[in-house]
């Protein structure tokens, strides 16, 4: 039997090793078993007289190569896999990604609540493939302070500033460590972030790490804060929930879609307040058999089987199955 010839799309390599260079070479390990499939950053690229299925990461960033496919393989199978900037701000107005939407054959969303920021007219073309990560096992963590991390670059939309603000509402707290991985997109955020450590000694921006040595302080942390206002599903909430690590998350709807409408770990975006408050309950909350920590624990541990490679790879292949269809 000819099986379908897979073409990823992703607006950034291995150089870059972003986002979507990760989903990119993850799916493309799960897909590459059962069907041919290659990666390339745009399309048409010289390698293309096989390709019959395109799996474009990004409405906006990956537009040309949608617009081309669309022209150049109308009876070829689209999927335009859509990000948290691609939902909840380009789709809104930028032509560009407008055009993949009514272009793509099926719109994979990362999170369970992500289709409901589609057009309507646009909406029964959704499937939701949650993205996945390893398990790593939860180790001790002493109760001697609380040590919460928060992993993103800095740049507006992951709301680095709502960090420092916490880290400086709770200077005089001894017991309450911040730390900050990411790279400073924004130089006018990495300026803050440094203004934050010098003022606050229990703040400390640790700048960009390795994703190895990321995955081992995600571990060693008692929270992963994640108070971004923008997400389409982020790996490092999974990374947190499969390493035994609680999330304290502002409360969107990419953070919502993973972790559950439930979850007894969010605090209104942009709250400053909010977030040091619920700081203070975990601290308090250590060593609690009832208390905010423990219940965190316990919610994330019961989401742990969704962001399994399992999970992923078999809504990867059920995607291709509805592509593959008439």
């Known amino acids: 039997m000819n099986r379908p010839h897979l073409v990823i799309v992703t607006p950034a390599l291995?150089?870059?090793?972003?986002?979507?260079?990760?989903?990119?070479?993850?799916w493309h390990g799960m897909l590459s078993p059962v069907y041919p499939t290659r990666i390339t950053s745009h399309w048409p690229d010289g390698l293309e007289a096989?390709?019959?299925?395109?799996?474009?990461?990004?409405?906006?960033?990956s537009a040309a190569s949608v617009v081309a496919w669309a022209a150049k393989r109308p009876a070829g199978a689209l999927a335009v896999v859509l990000t948290g900037t691609d939902l909840y701000r380009d789709i809104q107005s930028d032509a560009s990604a407008q055009r993949s939407l009514a272009l793509a054959d099926r719109l994979v969303c990362l999170q369970a609540l992500a289709p409901q920021a589609l057009p309507e007219a646009v909406r029964a073309k959704a499937v939701v493939v949650v993205q996945s990560t390893r398990s790593r096992p939860t180790i001790y963590k002493p109760t001697r302070h609380l040590r919460?991390?928060?992993?993103?670059?800095?740049?507006?939309?992951?709301d680095p500033l709502l960090l420092m603000a916490t880290a400086r509402m709770l200077n005089d707290r001894t017991d309450l460590r911040v730390d900050h991985v990411g790279a400073?997109?924004?130089?006018?955020?990495?300026?803050?972030?440094?203004a934050t450590a010098r003022d606050c000694p229990r703040y400390r921006w640790l700048g960009q790490l390795s994703h190895e040595a990321t995955r081992r302080r995600i571990q060693r942390a008692h929270v992963l804060v994640h108070p971004s206002r923008m997400e389409g599903g982020a790996h490092v909430v999974m990374e947190a929930v499969c390493s035994g690590t609680p999330v304290l998350a502002s409360s969107i709807d990419g953070n919502v879609g993973l972790l559950g409408n439930d979850?007894?770990?969010?605090?209104?975006?942009?709250?400053?307040e909010a977030l040091a408050r619920l700081l203070c309950e975990a601290r308090h909350s250590q060593g609690q058999a009832g208390g905010l920590l423990a219940r965190l624990a316990a919610q994330c541990e019961a989401r742990r089987p969704l962001f399994s490679p399992e999970t992923e790879r078999a809504g990867l292949l059920s995607l291709l199955s509805l592509l593959e269809s008439p």
């Open 50 to 61: 096989r390709d019959t299925v395109m799996l474009a990461l990004h409405a906006r960033r």
């Open 148 to 158: 919460a991390l928060m992993v993103g670059h800095l740049r507006a939309e992951k």
């Open 14 to 26: 291995a150089d870059a090793n972003n986002g979507n260079w990760q989903t990119a070479r993850r």
């Open 263 to 272: 979850y007894a770990g969010y605090f209104p975006p942009g709250d400053a």
């Open 184 to 194: 400073a997109l924004d130089p006018a955020l990495g300026a803050a972030a440094t």
